[in-house]
């Protein structure tokens, strides 16, 4: 399976290429694309730069351009894929069908993947991109589990990719509008969840209060490990009581289903954390390599080393081993 | 919520209290040599702030007896030492000194850092999360690079304060295939 990495900057990328990578994945910096924040991304002459790197240590760089084009200025996502397709870029990760089709009928030899933000979760779905617009690869959405992975598979020509690591959405990955409700921005068409401009966390007596806009997400006492300020990983009070409703403050780590996503006939593994810095690209991508090539030579994969780097301190395998709560 | 796992070591506070009634004007040509290097070098790191470039941010080591205010202006970075940070701020940051140098040298992850309730973040979230990016961009570590440069022991005491040795190349991409996609 092949590992495939994010990298927010340029030397993030090389750091990635340098750890283990088999892809890099990044963005422009701007809202093509949904990590879109500030100090983050690539100019087009860095990603240039970056592609002649990665090519040269024998890894892809897939451009994503997976925001969806806002009306009245879709030149903005035609130039950036222009652009990405001129510099090299080995894919493009895309959401938008209108961008698909501008992609598929002026550069019809460029490999594309479709962007979890498309959200494509079942074979129709799937199929639908595969045929319309010559799609490669979908990144499928986190709320399959191995099992319905596996079934997915049969039943479509293309490649899948899975994320194993890193930030989970929850449910409804694409369609999320929280964030936009809460601050007016989205990853959908901004390509920011909570952008930092609407988060505050303040001191308040014995706890740490984080707020994102008017809505308050949180309040961390001091033995408690912090979280980032989403709204579906919010602790709330309701009549049930104060807890976390939608999902706990969580990464996802994905280490122990390697197994069964070999099985099901997974083609590529995806750590997510454009927005992360190099540290975290250095010992995520370096952990998952060493467990590939443990799960190759069919050793024990060691697990648990990457609590520290984790939301909340904590993981889960998330929908991959769907249980009731 | 699992109970906070700190990953760096305070400083002595022994040390702290030692250093206490030592003046802070020896360190500012230091300073300013630091952020001019920074500057001459690194000039896409300041291009990369944008806006956030003329913000004012106070750095606090948690274990030193002073601080910093940073005002990383692409034409004159200014980088100050003081007792107290001053209330005009536009973002603060604090922590052990361990954590922040580990952020310039870009051996911690900020991220990490926040939730294990190292890195203590008031303010101007935006800005913050910009600087942190643009330190991180730079793909190297910065204190290191000017301590070497400031004295042949420069590269001993960088590698005594980053206290990690630089992680080898993964071996596997020699054999990697290079077949296009396109």
């Not at chain 1, 040269?56 to 925001?67: C, D, E, P």
């Not at chain 1, 990955?173 to 964030?179: D, K, N, P, Y």
């Not at chain 2, 990383?72 to 980088?79: D, E, G, L, T, W």
């Not at chain 2, 303010?123 to 570590?141: C, F, K, P, Q, Y």
Request: with cysteine; charged share 20%; glycine share 10%.
């Amino acid at each position: 399976m092949e590992l495939i990495c994010p990298a927010g900057t340029p030397s993030a990328l090389e750091v990635a290429v340098n750890a283990g990578a088999d892809a890099i994945y990044c963005g422009f910096s701007d809202e093509t694309n949904a990590r879109n924040f500030p100090g983050l991304n690539f100019s087009r002459e860095e990603l240039g730069e970056g592609i002649s790197y990665a090519h040269r240590h024998g890894v892809k760089v897939l451009v994503a351009i997976n925001t969806f084009a806002r009306a009245g200025a879709t030149d903005v996502w035609k130039r950036a894929i222009d652009d990405a397709v001129g510099a090299g870029a080995d894919a493009l990760i895309m959401a938008d069908v209108g961008m698909l089709a501008y992609t598929a009928r002026h550069h019809s030899s460029q490999r594309i993947h479709l962007s979890v933000q498309a959200a494509a979760a079942n074979p129709d779905a799937i199929r639908f991109y595969v045929e319309s617009f010559g799609v490669r690869r979908v990144v499928l959405p986190r709320v399959l589990s191995v099992p319905e992975i596996a079934k997915i598979i049969k039943e479509v020509s293309c490649e899948t990719e899975v994320f194993v690591y890193g930030g989970l959405c929850v449910m409804e990955e694409g369609r999320c509008s929280l964030s936009s409700y809460a601050t007016g921005k989205s990853p959908n068409m901004q390509g920011v969840c909570s952008p930092p401009s609407h988060v505050s966390y303040r001191e308040e007596g014995d706890k740490v209060v984080s707020r994102l806009g008017k809505f308050t997400i949180n309040a961390f006492a001091e033995d408690e490990a912090t979280a980032y300020p989403t709204l579906c990983k919010g602790r709330f009070t309701t009549s049930h009581g104060t807890g976390y409703i939608f999902e706990d403050p969580v990464s996802l780590d994905a280490a122990t289903m390697l197994p069964g996503l070999r099985d099901a006939g997974v083609t590529a593994l995806k750590i997510e954390g454009r927005q992360r810095g190099r540290a975290y690209i250095e010992s995520v991508v370096r952990t998952f390599r060493q467990a590939i090539e443990a799960l190759e030579a069919g050793e024990a994969i060691k697990t648990g080393s990457l609590i520290a780097m984790s939301e909340g301190q904590m993981t889960t395998a998330g929908a991959y081993r769907k249980t009731w709560r | 919520m699992p109970k906070p796992d700190a990953t760096i070591s305070p400083l002595p506070h022994a040390l702290s209290l030692a250093m206490r009634p030592l003046p802070l004007w020896p360190l500012q040509p230091l300073l300013a040599m630091f952020v001019g290097r920074i500057r001459t070098r690194h000039p896409g790191m300041f291009e990369r702030l944008g806006e956030h470039s003329q913000k004012r941010f106070g750095l606090k080591p948690t274990d030193l007896p002073f601080a910093f205010v940073l005002e990383p202006k692409p034409s004159r970075p200014v980088a100050v030492a003081t007792r107290q940070l001053p209330s005009n701020l536009d973002a603060r940051i604090s922590g052990p000194l361990g954590a922040l140098l580990g952020l310039v040298s870009g051996e911690c992850d900020g991220d990490a850092l926040f939730f294990s309730r190292e890195l203590h973040i008031e303010g101007d979230m935006e800005a913050v999360l910009a600087l942190r990016n643009a330190i991180d961009s730079v793909g190297v570590n910065l204190l290191g690079e000017f301590l070497a440069e400031l004295s042949p022991l420069g590269a001993p005491v960088d590698k005594l304060l980053r206290g990690h040795p630089p992680q080898r190349p993964y071996a596997g991409n020699a054999r990697k295939g290079t077949q296009p996609w396109n």
